[in-house]
């Protein structure tokens, strides 16, 4: 055990990417690709058959004007060398951008204390609504991964006073807007200038907004450029309504408090233990000068909010928009595990005694379904073996964990792998399960696929 953790602790980034990776691509299993995310097979199959385009092309032969092209050339780049499309070659780009936005939330944190890196990328991974995000292929998690990109490196040039690598940040948040559109480099901007005016660097400011116009204005102009191209004025309009126009001013109702309430509710275990630093931590927050730590969460905090209220205005709202909210929400609940003032340390032990109760309380769900199917007019279809076989050899690895490894000096994290599993475990084979059959009964162009990429 201990030689493993000094392996995987040479090469912390490597060590996160391949390790959270492998899950990501597990969950993707799936028969057939089913609602929105259909329209991403039509789009890779056209591009594999007729080469690049400016735009995804349907099934059609229609441009698509609500996304941008470049997560289609990379699941074609991925589906290329076999000569068809898979599930895996579809959502390989996808995960590895997820992989990539915990290395950075794991370097963020490390800054401070490589524990607390560590502990939020295991709560990156009890978010529901990241999990979910990744499995259905949500575009959103491009903005979360540039979003961190940018934050790490204006808050690492400042903690080692270094000069800004301008030049890089604005890389990134190009980067957001190539994958996602204007969102994509709208939400980076929002929580950098939240975070130089809160340390009230006014000048930075002043010169990042100007620069970063300037970049929404030239990137502006070439969306508008390629989509006259490729399908004229009519076409180029249809991308202003629908990557811009069309979000802020629908016939959607404004439901000003989506975000705050199911928003948050979907990330569950992490939105919930975030909340809980904020709220023991705020008066902390108040103080000047604050505390390396505390400023960080401070800032983090600052994030949460931006985020939620930059969202609030468009009157279009979908749980997957605010996955920027991911990396923020999950150092915040990796705090816990860091706090050097004992506050947190009720709070520990209630997340570790969850971490070992999720393999019951997945078992307990799969009772619960197997009863409703006996009065439901369309019974649900999860996986019975594979959950109850995974929640059953969780438990007992749960109950060896507390006999055997009491004194370990991993404890703790055994405690949480073992409740991540379980997590995975109920998501993969209860829920995705379920959803997956429900959505088929209603589904009229279902995508059969093979999983593996030959």
């Known amino acids: 055990m201990n030689n493993l953790t000094r392996q995987l602790s040479k090469q912390p980034c490597w060590s996160t990417f391949l390790l959270t990776l492998l899950p990501l691509l597990a969950l993707q299993y799936k028969p057939a690709i089913l609602n929105y995310t259909t329209r991403f097979v039509d789009f890779t199959e056209y591009m594999l058959a007729h080469g690049i385009t400016l735009f995804p092309v349907a099934d059609n032969l229609q441009p698509y004007p609500d996304y941008t092209i470049a997560n289609t050339f990379l699941e074609y780049l991925a589906s290329l060398p076999f000569g068809r499309v898979s599930i895996l070659s579809m959502g390989l780009p996808i995960c590895m951008a997820a992989s990539l936005m ?64 301008l030049a890089l940040i604005l890389l990134s948040m190009a980067l957001g807007f190539a994958f996602r559109g204007p969102i994509g480099l709208i939400v980076p901007t929002v929580v950098l200038a939240s975070y130089y005016s809160l340390s009230r660097q006014w000048r930075m400011l002043c010169y990042f907004l100007v620069l970063a116009g300037l970049l929404l204005f030239a990137l502006l102009a070439l969306l508008m450029g390629a989509a006259f191209l490729q399908g004229g004025k009519a076409f180029m309009m249809d991308v202003a309504i629908m990557q811009g126009l069309g ?30 630093v904020i709220f023991k931590k705020y008066s902390a927050f108040l103080h000047s000068p604050r505390e390396s730590d505390t400023a960080l969460l401070f800032y983090l905090a600052t994030w949460l909010v931006a985020v939620l209220v930059l969202l609030t205005i468009p009157n279009s709202k979908k749980l997957r928009y605010i996955m920027s909210i991911t990396p923020a929400i999950a150092l915040l609940a990796g705090y816990i595990f860091v706090d050097k003032d004992g506050i947190f340390a009720r709070t520990r032990e209630q997340f570790l005694r969850l971490c070992l109760n999720l ?17 439901a007019k369309v019974p649900l279809q999860p996986n019975y073996p594979g959950a109850l076989a995974s929640c059953i050899a969780l438990t007992l690895a749960g109950y060896l964990i507390k006999r055997r490894f009491a004194e370990h000096p991993r404890q703790e994290l055994l405690v949480i792998v073992c409740g991540l599993v379980a997590l995975f475990s109920v998501d993969a084979f209860l829920f995705n399960s379920i959803g997956y059959y429900l959505e088929l009964a209603v589904e009229p162009t279902p995508k059969f696929l093979p999983y593996w990429f030959w």
């Open 102 to 165: 915990l290395v950075f939330v794991y370097k963020l944190g490390a800054l401070h204390d490589r524990k607390w890196g560590v502990y939020a990328v295991f709560f990156s991974l009890f978010s529901w609504a990241f999990l979910d995000g990744v499995t259905y292929q949500s575009l959103d998690v491009y903005p979360a991964l540039f979003t961190i990109i940018a934050f790490y490196l204006v808050y690492s040039d400042n903690l080692k006073l270094r000069q800004p690598r």
């Open 247 to 276: 979000r802020v001013t629908n016939e959607h109702g404004a439901r000003y408090y989506f975000y705050f309430t199911l928003g948050l509710a979907t990330y569950g275990i992490t939105a919930f233990f975030a909340l809980n």
């Open 359 to 375: 393999p019951m309380i997945g078992i307990g769900m799969v009772v619960v379904v197997f009863i409703y199917n006996f009065f």
